[in-house]
């Protein structure tokens, strides 16, 4: 039986973590745990989280309809986003959402977090790919980040932010530093010439090592590095279909100037 008032606490603190380290400026990022099957606790909507009391945050179901509240704050306008990581993926029992500095430049240059540069970043995270931008507050997140759910558990909002999830909230909260850590270094290795990156069968190794840690949550294993990370292959295929369109255009635009010269 979960302690709703110390889920409440532990929230509050993990806004004032969010906060202290520079994960989130003024107002931004959001919380949320899973109390029972169909109970949730959000953080309120335009409040900082570095400053938050347990009375303040809002209890809401699985439609999103608030359950419980101290009738002044409104639960958070990314709770859609949330409430489809829960929906899809059962065994998760908290979000966390952030805007950590290092990450989301990442997401702003859209470029996923994706290269086997530390066996930590393997083992927690895998790869961490870039889900399309959306509106916030609107159906367009939770339907960007649905395709990477399954074999996921952090992923970055293109332009926006980073999504972690986790069987509690300590765990989805040090997703969140373990991105934002891998995210810095990847930057900064990259300004020291390009990072050298692990090779793959040492990244498969570490993969193995995972699952015998019997580590909880989805991971992208053998997507990522080892048969090649599913969002860079994405990506690829996307700049893939680009350019045949182009050729496609080439091909027509000549073909057109052919025929009407031999008119
Ligand atoms: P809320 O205060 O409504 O949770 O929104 C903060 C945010 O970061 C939106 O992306």
């Known amino acids: 039986m979960v302690n709703e008032f110390e889920i409440r606490k532990q929230i509050c603190d993990i806004g004032q973590r969010i906060y202290n380290r520079g994960m989130v400026a003024a107002n931004d990022g959001n919380i949320s745990v899973k109390i029972s099957d169909n109970e949730f606790i959000a953080t309120p909507t335009g409040v900082s989280k570095g400053f938050m009391k347990p009375s303040m945050l809002v209890k809401v179901d699985g439609e999103g309809k608030v359950l ?3 009738g002044i704050h ?11 990581v829960y929906k899809e993926r059962p065994d998760v029992k908290a979000v966390v959402h952030a805007h950590p500095m290092y990450a989301t430049a990442f997401a702003i240059a859209g470029i996923p977090l994706a290269k086997p540069i530390m066996p930590e970043a393997i083992i927690t995270l895998g790869c961490v790919p870039i889900a399309k931008y959306g509106t916030p507050s609107t159906e367009e997140i939770p339907d960007a980040i649905s395709e990477y759910l399954q074999n996921y558990d952090a992923v970055l909002l293109e332009n926006h932010g980073a999504l972690s999830f986790g069987v509690d909230l300590m765990n989805a909260y040090f997703k969140m530093e373990s991105l934002e850590f891998y995210a810095q270094l990847l930057y900064l290795s990259t300004q020291l010439g390009g ?7 040492e990244v498969q190794r570490l993969y193995e090592l995972r699952k015998k840690f019997n580590m909880p949550g989805r991971h992208p294993g053998d997507l990522c590095g080892v048969t090649g990370c599913a969002c860079v292959n ?18 027509a635009e000549i073909t057109r100037r052919i025929m009407s010269e031999m008119k």
């Open 68 to 70: 419980a509240s101290d």
């Open 74 to 84: 409104k639960p958070s306008s990314e709770l859609k986003m949330h409430l489809r």
């Open 195 to 201: 990072p050298k990156e692990i090779p793959k069968d």
């Open 234 to 251: 994405a990506k690829k295929e996307e700049a893939a279909k680009n350019e045949n369109a182009d050729l496609e255009k080439m091909v």
